[in-house]
């Protein structure tokens, strides 16, 4: 215990705590728990001087390239969007009619990454971003290796065909906060279509309140280890696996591309950070491409920049800076889905409640360094305002 590695571990919590009080003057916190408490975990780089509207206002580069032969010819990268919506009440409606949403909003960008998009356009543009905006520094054999194996039609739309009988498709997305302790959501969250989670989402013992159906589940494989030793003492010994579930990257470090790989390939992860890991033991016996979804990291950029540009950017912690866990599923659902509720995400009356609806005893939500979380309840508020998803309040 008194190794060196302890004694800088402890040191780094120390130094992550005093940065979190610093700069927020106090306590306040974030559903993405698993975020690390050690800040040199999640070394992200943020662009600095590029416009907002690059973002996305002219999609992909190299979209308009010539097609390379897959397993997916029907599918342009032009058709990138979920199938157009047959659904009445679709909150694309709502932003679209919607003087502030519908001009942040832009529903024709890629949300998923496949192999289709890796072109040496592509390469060129994101190798000049930062993760997880981007590819900078990152080795092209990597990616280019791990998009290849990307080209089932299941790597090119989040949600598969559903059947709801007006054609609107009902997602519910699920954060980890205290508000769920007691909250009786279970059924309502399971009559959903499809229902994200993420991180240490605990279910044993909390069906009633959280449910126990699960479409989604979202990481990065940063988060994702996190969680199983933060959580284990709550039950979270192992992630979610099941037939139905697809697992969904967030593409935040080179660790989560070459994890994906070995994944596919149903090997253990050759190298780096994670080397010698079986995928298995996280997604279970069955790790072919169908399972995996990849967030466009251009899709990351444009999240970022439209809906979560926070202040810490241009702060001395800027290059830690990302969207919560729970913001990126929020907004990656909020671009796929017809309907949307949150459910376990910060409202107004967080106080009331403890970090995590899990927690043995209450503990006050806690704020890390490198998410905004200031920024994403306001947000959620907003939206919820607008009418264009429900956000569980009580
Ligand atoms: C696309 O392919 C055609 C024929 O295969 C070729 O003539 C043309 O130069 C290609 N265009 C680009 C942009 O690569
Ligand atoms: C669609 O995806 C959901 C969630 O992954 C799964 O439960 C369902 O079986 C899938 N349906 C079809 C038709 O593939
Ligand atoms: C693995 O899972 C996918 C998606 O559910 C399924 O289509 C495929 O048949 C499964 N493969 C095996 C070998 O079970
Ligand atoms: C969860 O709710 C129960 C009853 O509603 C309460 O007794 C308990 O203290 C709560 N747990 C936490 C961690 O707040």
Request: charged share 20%; glycine share 8%.
């Amino acid at each position: 215990m008194g190794s060196p590695r302890w004694k800088r571990l402890c040191l780094l919590v120390l130094l992550g705590l005093a940065f979190s009080v610093l700069f927020y003057g106090h306590y306040y916190g974030a559903e993405s728990p698993t975020s690390p408490r050690l800040p040199q975990q999640e070394t992200l780089q943020l662009p600095q001087a590029e416009l907002p509207q690059d973002a996305r206002s002219h999609h992909l580069v190299g979209e308009r390239v010539n097609q390379t032969k897959d397993s997916s010819k029907e599918e342009s990268p032009h058709h990138h969007k979920e199938k157009s919506s047959l659904c009445p009440w679709s909150l694309k409606s709502k932003v679209k009619n919607d003087p502030t949403f519908g001009k942040q909003f832009d529903f024709d960008g890629p949300v998923l990454m496949w192999n289709r998009h890796f072109t040496p356009e592509t390469w060129k543009k994101l190798k000049e971003r930062s993760v997880p905006y981007g590819w900078r520094g990152l080795p092209h054999s990597v990616i280019s290796s791990t998009l290849q194996l990307l080209s089932n039609a299941a790597n090119i739309r989040l949600l598969n065909e559903t059947t709801s009988p007006d054609g609107c498709v009902r997602c519910a997305v699920v954060g980890n906060g205290g508000i769920l302790n007691g909250s009786h959501q279970g059924k309502e969250i399971d009559a959903h279509d499809f229902v994200f989670r993420l991180n240490g989402a605990v279910i044993k013992g909390f069906e009633a309140d959280v449910g126990t159906k699960i479409s989604f589940y979202g990481f990065t494989v940063n988060t994702m280890k996190n969680s199983l030793i933060a959580y284990a003492e709550y039950g979270f010994t192992q992630i979610p696996q099941a037939k139905d579930i697809r697992y969904i990257f967030i593409p935040s470090d080179k660790r989560d591309y070459l994890m994906l790989k070995s994944a596919i390939l149903g090997i253990p992860v050759p190298e780096g950070y994670d080397k010698g890991d079986k995928p298995q033991k996280y997604f279970g016996s069955n790790t072919s491409a169908e399972k995996f979804k990849l967030l466009h990291p251009e899709f990351m950029y444009y999240l970022t920049e439209r809906f979560l540009k926070s202040e810490i950017i241009n702060s001395q912690f800027g290059h830690l800076y990302m969207p919560s866990t729970g913001a990126i599923m929020l907004l990656t659902a909020l671009h796929t889905c017809d309907q949307l509720s949150a459910f376990g995400f910060i409202t107004d009356s967080y106080r009331t409640f403890s970090d995590h609806y899990y927690d043995h005893e209450k503990k006050p939500l806690v704020f890390y360094t490198n998410h905004d979380m200031l920024l994403e309840p306001e947000l959620w508020k907003s939206l919820h305002r607008a009418g264009i998803m429900k956000l569980y309040q009580r």
